[in-house]
Nanobody
Framework: QVQLVESGGGLVQAGGSLRLSCAAS????????LGWFRQAPGKEREFVAS????????YYVGSVKGRFTISRDNAKNTVYLQMNSLKPEDTAIYYC???????????????WGQGTQVTVSS
């Protein structure tokens, strides 16, 4: 029902910043919970952050708290992930995801983007 396209990845030095964007299709964008996941080479995909449909509640994995910020602009059908103080261990492919189920912010995502590469050098 919704298509997601990530952008904004790239190469950055440790301590630097990147802002990822995820553009979505659909007239009911505001009804979706939106999340970001990441997957490093040889590792499983892990949850990074999510934001709710209406009240803007956010949830983060502990390793990114205080450094990453998720936000959404419903008028632009876009969700963002601002990443500050990047570390080499943040290197991964980052995926945008969406779902309508408002429960369990780390699970149950139905729609996925193709991913964007983030590489942090030391």
């Amino acid at each position: 029902q919704v298509q997601l396209v990530e952008s904004g990845g790239g190469l950055v030095q440790a301590g630097g910043s990147l802002r990822l964007s995820c553009a979505a299709s659909g007239r009911t964008f505001s009804t979706y919970v939106l999340g970001w996941f990441r997957q490093a080479p040889g590792k499983e995909r892990e949850f990074v952050a999510s934001i709710s449909q209406s009240d803007g509640r956010t949830y983060y994995v502990g390793s990114v708290k205080g450094r990453f910020t998720i936000s959404r602009d419903n008028a632009k059908n876009t969700v963002y992930l601002q990443m500050n103080s990047l570390k080499p261990e943040d290197t991964a492919i980052y995926y945008c995801a969406a779902k309508t189920d408002p429960f369990l912010p780390t699970k149950g995502y139905d729609y996925w983007g193709q991913g964007t590469q983030v590489t942090v050098s030391s």
